[in-house]
């Protein structure tokens, strides 16, 4: 069974940075796509930022120019390095996989928080 885990969330004052990484379990999984989505209160889950398995990102426009997404292959982890924080990125950051047959994989979800 293939296991997300995801780790680097907190709470954080505003213009502060957060590094997230969520690591995928099964080694012998064939990973695709990586990236990061993030649902706020009352808002439906968002894409924040994708990687392909050759490098190619793609940002959501909120995020473009703070946020940077990364992968190692090597250990099966994406990464989000996410500088200059605002108090409306706070939410639950959520990883998630595809494998080359397009089926997805979701980790558990960290929070984010920032304080103004």
């Known amino acids: 069974q293939v296991q997300l885990v995801e780790s680097g969330g907190g709470l954080v004052q505003s213009g502060g940075s957060l590094r997230l990484s969520c690591a995928v379990s099964r080694t012998a999984f064939s990973i695709d796509d990586m990236g990061w989505y993030r649902q706020a209160p009352g808002r439906q889950r968002e894409l924040v930022a994708i990687i392909s398995n050759g490098g190619r990102t793609n940002y959501a426009d909120p995020v473009k120019g703070r946020f940077t997404i990364s992968r190692d292959n090597a250990k099966n982890t994406v990464y989000l390095q996410m500088n200059s924080l605002k108090p409306e990125d706070t939410a639950v950051y959520y990883c998630?996989?595809?494998?080359?047959?397009?089926?997805?994989?979701w980790g558990q979800g960290t929070q984010v928080t920032v304080s103004s």
């Open positions: 998630k996989v595809q494998d080359l047959w397009a089926r997805n994989y």
